[in-house]
């Protein structure tokens, strides 16, 4: 059985206060961990903004929207927000419907 394909990419645009930089990252690593457990979530990234270093963007794949929102309200999220809200300056979340894919392994599979 394959799993589902990822249906949602959430877009988070995160500002870290200056100085909780590394204490972000340390926390953003350790709660990939528990979000890979979720059987609904495809992938995840952390991205900083060149010569920013608060700036952050985190992209994650999700099998669906209904999905996704779960993952928001279960106990794991709840926990990481009350501990990343203190270090966090702003942000905000776009949902975004993925459309088409053109990578490397795509292009060598479609030879």
Do not use: K
């Not at 394909?5 to 200056?18: D, K, Q, S, T």
Request: aromatic share 8%.
């Amino acid at each position: 059985m394959t799993a589902a394909a990822p249906g949602l990419r959430v877009l988070l645009r995160i500002r870290i206060l200056p100085g909780h930089e590394a204490e972000f990252e340390e926390l953003w690593l350790s709660h990939s961990r528990t979000v890979r457990t979720f059987s609904d979530n495809h992938g995840q990234q952390l991205l900083r903004l060149s010569g920013e270093p608060g700036d952050y963007t985190v992209l994650t794949d999700w099998t669906d929207e209904p999905a996704f929102r779960a993952f928001e309200r279960s106990p794991e999220q709840q926990a990481y927000l009350r501990r990343l809200w203190p270090m966090r300056a702003g942000g905000e979340m776009q949902l975004l419907e993925p459309l088409h894919e053109c990578s490397r392994e795509l292009q060598e599979e479609n030879r």
